[in-house]
């Protein structure tokens, strides 16, 4: 076994990136699952805004808007002088600025309803237009009571009484992202951190094995050649499974219920079937690999490309249908699909569509496998 004792000796030369991308992957796997779980609350917050109001109104209806204002927002009064406001601007100390005019009351009383006020929006400010819409909200209600015949003072009240009234707030459209555990994600990202592991750990050992001197003094050796590969094949295949149980350990200790139910099961049969393309990919790859700068080159290609294209990184609701139909050619996209259909069943017999992932992902690893002998077959034949 000193072919199989030396793939090892060479692997362990490149442990230093191998365990940076694995601790990157972790990383990234805890913000993104963490960030995502926050997002998905369902729940609604109201927006305050630090608003500048100046209230020259002589009338009860000017206070009457800077008190409803001052209930969701926080007010503050407009910095005096043009350089202190152009400051308070440009440092995002203000969202809005209003300006109530003397006359305010009396002409909205007299029905008049476009340019009583003098409201500025901050430039790039996008949720302060909702402010505008909250004024025009209050100063509609008031109107609708006055024009019912009710004096100002009780069209006042009977406006801020409607106000006041908090509505339910019910989201018509759910996804099942928003209910998937944190070790979903886990799971989702394997297909990078495992492409670029293979790639890297396969293809510098298969690179030192290709030097032309150390492969002319392999092939005088009395070793037969069949041997010296079957060697190999078997370190490759002993890598493949030590990075794949450390992935399992790291994701038992994510979520240790999860693991022990169909589902986790499910999860895990799909992380090794990948990983057996991954394996295949990097022997592809590694045929056009010269240099180490070559296979980091090679491997982010692999890596962030099927990451991407094949819906990793980027959600498939998100991508066209044109992207859809370019991903079903890439391994990831069929992973990732079955990562997502496992958090749905509730048996194994009801996995079918999940075995057909299953099998896709196998038959892209033949594919690979199969290329990457060609590959090498046609470079031996042009020595």
Same mark, same amino acid.
């Given at each position: 076994?000193?072919?199989?004792?030396?793939?090892?000796?060479?692997?362990?030369?490149?442990?230093?990136? =191998?365990?940076?991308?694995?601790?990157?992957?972790?990383?990234?796997?805890?913000?993104?699952?963490?960030?995502?779980?926050?997002?998905?609350?369902?729940?609604?917050?109201?927006?305050?805004?630090?608003?500048?109001?100046?209230?020259?109104?002589?009338?009860?209806?000017?206070?009457?808007?800077?008190?409803?204002? +001052?209930?969701?927002?926080?007010?503050?009064?407009?910095?005096?002088?043009?350089?202190?406001?152009?400051?308070?601007?440009?440092?995002?100390?203000?969202?809005?600025?209003?300006?109530?005019?003397?006359?305010?009351?009396?002409?909205?009383?007299?029905?008049?309803?476009?340019?009583?006020?003098?409201?500025?929006?901050?430039?790039?400010?996008?949720?302060?237009?909702?402010?505008?819409?909250?004024?025009?909200?209050?100063?509609?209600?008031?109107?609708?009571?006055?024009?019912?015949?009710?004096?100002?003072?009780?069209?006042?009240?009977?406006?801020?009484?409607?106000?006041?009234?908090?509505?339910?707030?019910?989201?018509?459209?759910?996804?099942?992202?928003?209910?998937?555990?944190?070790?979903?994600?886990?799971?989702?990202?394997?297909?990078?951190?495992?492409?670029?592991?293979?790639?890297? +750990?396969?293809?510098?050992?298969?690179?030192?094995?290709?030097?032309?001197?150390?492969?002319?003094?392999?092939?005088?050796?009395?070793?037969?050649?069949?041997?010296?590969?079957?060697?190999?094949?078997?370190?490759?295949?002993?890598?493949?499974?030590?990075?794949?149980?450390?992935?399992?350990?790291?994701?038992?200790?994510?979520?240790?219920?999860?693991?022990?139910?169909?589902?986790?099961?499910?999860?895990?049969?799909?992380?090794?079937?990948?990983?057996?393309?991954?394996?295949?990919?990097?022997?592809?790859?590694?045929?056009?690999?010269?240099?180490?700068?070559?296979?980091?080159?090679?491997?982010?290609?692999?890596?962030?490309?099927?990451?991407?294209?094949?819906?990793?990184?980027?959600?498939?609701?998100?991508?066209?249908?044109?992207?859809?139909?370019?991903?079903?050619?890439?391994?990831?996209?069929?992973?990732?699909?079955?990562?997502?259909?496992?958090?749905?069943?509730?048996?194994?017999?009801?996995?079918?569509?999940?075995?057909?992932?299953?099998?896709?992902? =196998?038959?892209?690893?033949?594919?690979?496998?199969?290329?990457?002998?060609?590959?090498?077959?046609?470079?031996?034949?042009?020595?």
């Amino acid at each position: 076994m000193q072919v199989f004792k030396v793939f090892f000796k060479i692997l362990s030369k490149n442990k230093t990136a =191998l365990i940076m991308y694995t601790v990157i992957y972790l990383v990234i796997t805890m913000v993104i699952s963490y960030s995502i779980q926050e997002k998905g609350e369902m729940a609604f917050s109201r927006i305050s805004l630090d608003i500048g109001v100046e209230n020259q109104d002589l009338g009860k209806m000017g206070d009457a808007l800077v008190e409803y204002l +001052g209930t969701y927002h926080h007010l503050q009064d407009i910095p005096k002088g043009k350089e202190a406001l152009q400051d308070a601007i440009y440092y995002q100390e203000i969202d809005y600025v209003l300006i109530i005019p003397k006359d305010f009351t009396e002409r909205f009383t007299n029905g008049e309803r476009k340019g009583l006020l003098e409201g500025r929006i901050v430039p790039g400010s996008n949720t302060a237009s909702l402010l505008d819409q909250e004024i025009e909200s209050f100063l509609k209600t008031a109107a609708m009571y006055l024009v019912a015949g009710c004096d100002l003072e009780k069209a006042i009240h009977l406006t801020q009484k409607d106000i006041e009234q908090e509505v339910t707030i019910t989201f018509l459209e759910e996804t099942n992202e928003q209910y998937l555990p944190n070790i979903f994600y886990f799971f989702q990202y394997i297909p990078y951190v495992f492409l670029i592991m293979m790639i890297l +750990g396969v293809g510098s050992v298969m690179k030192t094995f290709k030097n032309k001197d150390l492969d002319a003094r392999n092939k005088c050796s009395a070793m037969p050649f069949l041997k010296q590969n079957m060697q190999i094949f078997f370190g490759c295949m002993v890598y493949m499974i030590l990075v794949y149980l450390m992935f399992m350990t790291m994701a038992y200790f994510n979520g240790r219920d999860y693991m022990f139910t169909i589902q986790g099961a499910l999860s895990a049969i799909n992380v090794l079937v990948f990983s057996i393309c991954a394996l295949s990919i990097a022997w592809f790859a590694v045929q056009f690999v010269r240099n180490a700068a070559e296979l980091t080159i090679m491997s982010n290609i692999f890596g962030l490309g099927f990451s991407f294209l094949g819906g990793v990184f980027v959600s498939l609701d998100l991508m066209s249908e044109t992207s859809i139909r370019v991903a079903k050619f890439i391994p990831s996209y069929w992973y990732v699909i079955a990562n997502h259909n496992i958090q749905k069943v509730t048996s194994f017999a009801d996995a079918t569509n999940i075995y057909e992932s299953f099998l896709i992902v =196998l038959m892209f690893a033949l594919a690979f496998f199969t290329a990457g002998l060609l590959v090498r077959r046609l470079k031996m034949r042009s020595l």
